[in-house]
């Protein structure tokens, strides 16, 4: 029988990057994976492709803006699904391959099977064959992450009714694609296929779409997308999922009762995720599960069973890689005796699409909701020098401060680049700025970072230059 120090189940970025800074800290590491790739949703089925997707499909959408830049292209510009859907398919292998050399780096001992407690120390790994062996542990980290959630009356088929991990694969653009859930992965994925010519319908229950986020996203990202002709049905409650050969009908009733039929060929169900504790057996080591689906777990991420540990989308909190990721390292560091720390406020939240949208810390209508006193300082894109050299003008950024102290509370931006310029927002904010602090750091000219210098000039006593 294996005897390990800490056993993680489950090979996503909350478990793997756990098991690199376990074994960094000197304990001897197991990660068990039931699929044969490394790597989680994110990898596989998640973060990553979708980004190649976005990637590939943006490069096609751009080609329509080359004339305006002097570039003439004479002859037929085609999309090629299959060899795009096969490039994403070699950049998830890369990174999974990445994962795997990480882990043989490390000197973590992957187990291939699917785990499941046999006490609160030790877990049996199943494989494909049927074959099991049983790991001893002292600690064991639960990272078993999310899989698709759908709603009751909608039975997924796989496709014509699909799930992300099917949008992902595609046999063919989609005549008419209709999403039903306007929230990050919905979106995304639209976005893609609307690039490459699909009619896209998105339809909400929310009144908006992104309906985490704040307003002012939501309502420029709404713009920007209907101007690239994407349709929305906002408040709206899909009731009927119906198929029939190749067409898709969706119905759905707005906030008076008035039903609205939208015909398509493919309908992606992104309603959002669910925690994956499927065959975990979470209740032979006396790991509680609350009505969610959730692994419950305390400021430790310690779960009802004391050397049981638990990280990521399976645990309460928002369903990102990032957050996993700094999950798994608390977890590593606090079994190694560490006073590790996550503010769960500064976990930026980013949607791919072009423009990108990007946040951190607290909405307007948080802000508004608990009655803090604040202002704020919003900056537009097309404003700046480089925005109009590059042709990405759409957006800006909006600075939220509290009124008395100038601590910056909230940065909302949408934009070229945004998924990127967020970090320093990150930054400032985990080192309590104070918008003054921002608009006194002399940021490059040209770039759109500037638009960051810009509001937060703006938040404090609307002092923008440029506008
Ligand atoms: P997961 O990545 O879900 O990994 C869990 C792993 O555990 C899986 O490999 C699973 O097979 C394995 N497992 C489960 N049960 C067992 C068992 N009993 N035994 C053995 N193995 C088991 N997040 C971002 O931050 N940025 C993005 O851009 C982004 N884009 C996304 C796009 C899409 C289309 C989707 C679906 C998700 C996206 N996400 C994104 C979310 C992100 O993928 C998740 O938040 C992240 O993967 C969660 O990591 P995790 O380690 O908790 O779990």
Redesign the pocket.
Known sequence: MSQFDVTI???????YVSAIRCAQLGFKTAI????STL????L????IP??ALLASSHHYEELQHFADHGIEVSGDVKVNLQKMIDRKQAVVDQTSGGVKYLMDKNKVAVFE????FESATSVKVTKNDGSSEVIESKYIIV????K?SSLPFISIDKERIIT??EA?KLPEVPKHLVIIGGG??GI??GQVYLRLGAQVSVVEYMDRIIPGMDGALSKELTKVLKKQGMKFYTSHKVKEVTRNGNAVTVKADDAKGNEIALEGDYCLVAVG?RP?T???NAEKAGVQINERGQVVVNDHLQTTASNVYA????IRGA??????EEEGVLVAEYLAGQKPHIDYNLIPG?V?TWPEVAAVGKTEEQLKADGVAYKSGSFPFKALGRARAGGDIDGFVKILADSKTDEVLGVHMIGARCADLIAEAVTAMEFRASAEDISRMSHAHPTFAEAIKEAALAATDNRALHV
């Open positions: 189940i489950g090979s996503g970025p909350g478990g068990i994976e039931k699929y790597g989680g949703t994110c596989n089925v998640g973060c979708s980004k099977g699917v785990g499941s990272a078993t992450g999310s698709p992300s991990t992902l990050v992965i995304e994925l995720r994956y499927d065959g975990l990280i990521g989308d399976v369903m990102l890689a990032h957050k996993a980013v791919y």
